[in-house]
């Protein structure tokens, strides 16, 4: 695994002086992974008038990252051979867990433009 990642919790919501509103994370891992998208093509989802492209990706982890939950964060910090993939944010959708597994494979979505 020669990327890296942060993965975060939304824990809430927290008001400043000014009255804004802003979402509050834990992060739960931040270090190596592995991002493979097994398929190119996005699926269309149309949420009201909003047109939305979700792309399925798998990230890859080490076995010592536990207890995720879907919808928690991914962020991709660094990667070394795609120059795209830093600053994507991707949701979990999907967990696996499997005896003997050689790493932590979660299913994630992105969310694109229409």
């Known amino acids: 695994m ?10 809430g919501e927290a008001t400043d002086a ?5 979402d509050t994370y834990d992060d739960l891992y931040t270090g190596k992974c592995r991002v ?8 269309r989802q149309d949420i009201g ?13 080490p076995m010592s990252v536990t207890s995720l939950e879907v919808g928690d964060e991914i962020t991709i910090t660094s990667s070394v051979s795609d ?3 830093p600053g994507r944010v991707f ?4 967990l696996a867990h499997k ?10 979505m992105e969310r694109t433009g229409s």
């Open 36 to 43: 493979q998208q097994h398929q190119a093509t996005a699926d």
């Open 83 to 85: 120059p795209d993939l």
């Open 2 to 11: 020669r990327d890296a990642c942060t993965i975060r919790r939304s824990t």
């Open 49 to 61: 008038q909003d047109n939305l492209l979700l792309l399925r990706l798998e990230v890859q982890l």
């Open 99 to 108: 005896s003997d597994a050689t790493s932590r494979r979660v299913q994630c």
């Open 18 to 22: 000014n009255g804004d509103v802003t």
């Open 91 to 94: 949701r979990i959708h999907d």
